[in-house]
């Protein structure tokens, strides 16, 4: 899945959808991040209360994860030989 974000807004359209096809109910992802199914239904209705660190934990339980490039472009950097990000072991809601 390729989805162009140019507002906060559709962060929560995209991972609504996502969690949608993949069968699961907010308690149900919820439960998977380790918060209420509360917070996770104000992070799809509005996901400009979201942290980074947040969207990345949520993406990451989704199978998604977040690229950035130049608009219209090419990724503005890649991970083939360079150093590898450490992994969110804990997220704090």
Do not use: F, Y
Not at 6 to 13: A, E, F, K, R
Not at 18 to 36: D, E, F, I, N, T
Request: proline share 4%; glycine share 10%; aromatic share 2%.
């Amino acid at each position: 899945m390729n989805q162009l974000i140019s507002v906060p807004s559709q962060v929560g359209l995209v991972l609504r959808a996502v969690r949608k096809s993949a069968k699961l109910s907010q308690k149900q992802l919820a439960a998977k991040l380790g918060m209420s199914q509360n917070r996770l239904s104000e992070l799809e209705t509005d996901p400009g209360s979201m942290r980074v660190d947040q969207l990345l934990a949520v993406l990451s339980a989704l199978g998604l994860e977040l690229q950035v490039q130049t608009r219209g472009g090419l990724p503005v950097a890649s991970s083939e030989g360079g150093v590898g990000l450490p992994t969110v072991s804990k997220v704090e809601w």
